[in-house]
């Protein structure tokens, strides 16, 4: 079940919930026309139909706060630079929204740069690994991470899996194939189910 911010008041808490409600979906269908968007470009109009429903799609409401203590497991293998947020690649796709909040950097020609905030009426869009590997990684998922700050950093996420019962099993074209097991795991507010990689080959099925 959803977790909702405590506020000073009822009316208070109702509006959370409420612009919580129609910034998600208002994010969904910012990953849904990115997807067709994808399938028109690279010319597969079946890509799509493996996103109409979104039971595996998630929003999270995102808080960095300051610390002074620094974390030496927080720093980073590529450049030992203090992070918040570890180096990783994510799996589907990404709606994203930082504000005024520096702090996000992503990884081109082997250098980590800056991603420019998105302010208050701008969405960032990243391409997981799961959709690089449905479109033959024609799109490339981009390594990014979060580095310390000094100030208490908000962000908002929103995650589009694939539907439920949609085949990720294979490409678009059958040149490569990759397994991707459904996984449900255990937490404080109740199981989530999340896409894990389980297996790869390149032969043609």
Same mark, same amino acid.
């Given at each position: 079940?959803?977790?909702?911010?405590?506020?000073?008041?009822?009316?208070?808490?109702?509006?959370?919930?409420?612009?919580?409600?129609?910034?998600?979906?208002?994010?969904?269908?910012i990953?849904?026309?990115?997807?067709?968007?994808i399938?028109?470009?690279?010319?597969?109009?079946?890509?799509?139909?493996?996103?109409?429903?979104?039971?595996?799609?998630?929003?999270?409401?995102?808080?960095?706060?300051?610390?002074?203590?620094?974390?030496q497991?927080?720093?980073?293998?590529?450049?030992?630079?203090? #992070?918040?947020?570890? +180096?990783?690649? $994510?799996?589907? /796709? !990404?709606?994203?929204?930082? %504000?005024?909040?520096?702090?996000?950097?992503? #990884?081109?020609?082997? +250098?980590?740069? $800056?991603?420019? /905030? !998105?302010?208050?009426?701008? %969405?960032?869009?990243?391409?997981?690994?799961?959709?690089?590997?449905?479109?033959?990684?024609?799109?490339?998922?981009?390594?990014?991470?979060?580095?310390?700050?000094?100030?208490?950093?908000?962000?908002?996420?929103?995650?589009?899996?694939?539907?439920?019962?949609?085949?990720?099993?294979?490409?678009?074209?059958?040149?490569?194939?990759?397994?991707?097991?459904?996984?449900?795991?255990?937490?404080?507010?109740?199981?989530?189910?999340?896409?894990?990689?389980?297996?790869?080959?390149?032969?043609?099925?």
């Amino acid at each position: 079940p959803n977790v909702w911010p405590e506020t000073e008041t009822v009316s208070s808490t109702r509006n959370s919930r409420r612009y919580s409600r129609l910034d998600s979906r208002s994010d969904e269908n910012i990953g849904r026309a990115f997807i067709r968007s994808i399938a028109r470009s690279l010319e597969f109009p079946q890509l799509p139909e493996l996103f109409v429903d979104d039971e595996f799609s998630a929003m999270g409401l995102r808080r960095y706060p300051y610390r002074r203590l620094t974390n030496q497991n927080m720093l980073s293998d590529f450049d030992g630079t203090l #992070l918040r947020e570890l +180096e990783h690649i $994510d799996s589907t /796709v !990404t709606v994203l929204s930082t %504000f005024k909040n520096g702090g996000l950097q992503a #990884l081109y020609n082997f +250098e980590y740069l $800056d991603v420019p /905030v !998105t302010g208050d009426d701008k %969405f960032i869009v990243n391409i997981g690994k799961l959709v690089g590997d449905i479109v033959d990684d024609k799109l490339k998922s981009v390594k990014h991470r979060v580095v310390e700050t000094t100030f208490d950093r908000h962000s908002i996420t929103y995650f589009l899996g694939p539907q439920f019962d949609a085949d990720i099993s294979r490409s678009m074209t059958n040149k490569t194939y990759r397994r991707w097991s459904k996984s449900t795991r255990s937490s404080e507010n109740g199981s989530r189910i999340i896409l894990v990689p389980s297996s790869f080959s390149t032969t043609k099925q």
